[in-house]
């Protein structure tokens, strides 16, 4: 089992940025693949980004290349998602995922393992 308690949201202006922050208790997340969702009111949950177990493949929703990142450290059992040139169409709540595959990508369903989310607001 892990634990997963996401923080960083909030209100920001448009074009500002904010990280959020995902930290795991309970394993190790050098023992998991990562990534972040979110969901909008009145909308399906959207895959916004991924990272391998190891690291080294990184996947992003089509509606964010260019503006977040994601980034795991191992040392601090944390996994970060940081978002740039936010705007009105990024408010939603994020969780963040744990899943026991290697490579887990934008499959919700590959996820084992999910946060309470936390509320990022971007107001225009």
């Known amino acids: 089992q892990v634990q997963l308690v996401e923080s960083g949201g909030g209100l920001v202006q448009a074009g500002g940025s904010l990280r959020l922050s995902c930290a795991a208790t309970g394993r190790t997340l050098s023992s998991f693949a990562m990534g972040w969702f979110r969901q909008a009111p009145g909308k399906e949950r959207e895959f916004v980004a991924a990272i391998s177990r190891g690291s080294g493949m990184i996947w992003y929703g089509d509606s964010v290349k260019g503006r977040f990142a994601i980034s795991k450290d191992n040392a601090k059992n944390t996994v970060y998602l940081r978002m740039n040139s936010l705007n009105p169409e990024d408010t939603a709540v994020y969780y963040c995922?744990?899943?026991?595959?290697?490579?887990?990508?934008?499959?919700?369903?590959?996820?084992?393992?999910w946060g309470q989310g936390t509320q990022v607001t971007v107001s225009s």
């Open positions: 995922a744990a899943s026991t595959q290697s490579l887990a990508g934008s499959s919700e369903s590959a996820y084992d393992y």
